[in-house]
Each structure stands twice: as structure tokens, then as C-alpha cells.
């Protein structure tokens, strides 16, 4: 059964970086596609931050802060946050899905449990 997990999170003032891996098992899981999301606190819906591929994808909020790695051999995605805001704080998950209909979060149907990133001002 496919699943993934996150790497802790943490805490950290604004301006630091902070590196999130994902490590997914599961047979099927390297063959399709993976990504990155956030909640911010008090969100319901979850964010597209980082979504690898041939062109990969990030939001304005998060372009050339953040970048995306995946290691189809590994099964592995990492995310690198650079010059982190208060505005980035939430929980982060790893997702995937065997399907790649769509790059929204109803298009991903395999969920890490999620880890905390708080940043202070």
C-alpha cells in the first residue's frame, strides 16, 4: 500500500531556512505524481506550494524561495524553503497520485500526515 512520510518540521524566525523531505513506499508511487502542500492555520483547504515535473510549479508566493527535488530511484521528494515569512507558516504535506489528472488538491489522493512549520517574526 502506498504511503508517505514527511520529515519533522520545526520552527524557525523569519528570514531562515528550513528543508522538508518525503520518503514514499509503495510499488506504484515513484511512477506518478508527487507534490508539496501547506494549510495555513485556520485554512480548510490546502495549497500547491511545489509541484516537480517537466516544468515545475510554484505559486507567487513561494517563487524563488522554495524548490523542489524528487528522486524517482529513491522514492524521495524534498522541499528547500529559503527566506521563510510569518505568511509560511502550516502544516506541510507530501502528496502523490497514481492518476496525474490535475495539479489541485482534489487531484492528489495519496496524503502524508503532516508536519508543522511555524515561522516567527
Known amino acids: 500500500q502506498e504511503q508517505l512520510v514527511e520529515s519533522v518540521g520545526g520552527s524557525v524566525q523569519a528570514g531562515g531556512s528550513m528543508r522538508l523531505s518525503c520518503v514514499a513506499s509503495?510499488?506504484?508511487?515513484?511512477?506518478?505524481?508527487m507534490g508539496w502542500f501547506r494549510q495555513a492555520p485556520g485554512d480548510e483547504r490546502r495549497e500547491a506550494v511545489a509541484i516537480p515535473g517537466g516544468y515545475t510549479s510554484y505559486p507567487d508566493s513561494v517563487k524563488g524561495r522554495f524548490y523542489v527535488s524528487r528522486d524517482n530511484a529513491k522514492n524521495t521528494m524534498s522541499l528547500e524553503m529559503n527566506t521563510l515569512k510569518p505568511e509560511d507558516t502550516g502544516v506541510y504535506y507530501c502528496?502523490?497520485?497514481?492518476?496525474?489528472?490535475?495539479w489541485g488538491e482534489g487531484d492528489f489522493h495519496i496524503w502524508g500526515q503532516g508536519t508543522q512549520v511555524t515561522v516567527s517574526s
Open positions: 509503495g510499488e506504484q508511487v515513484g511512477s506518478g505524481c
Open positions: 502528496a502523490a497520485d497514481l492518476q496525474c489528472t490535475g
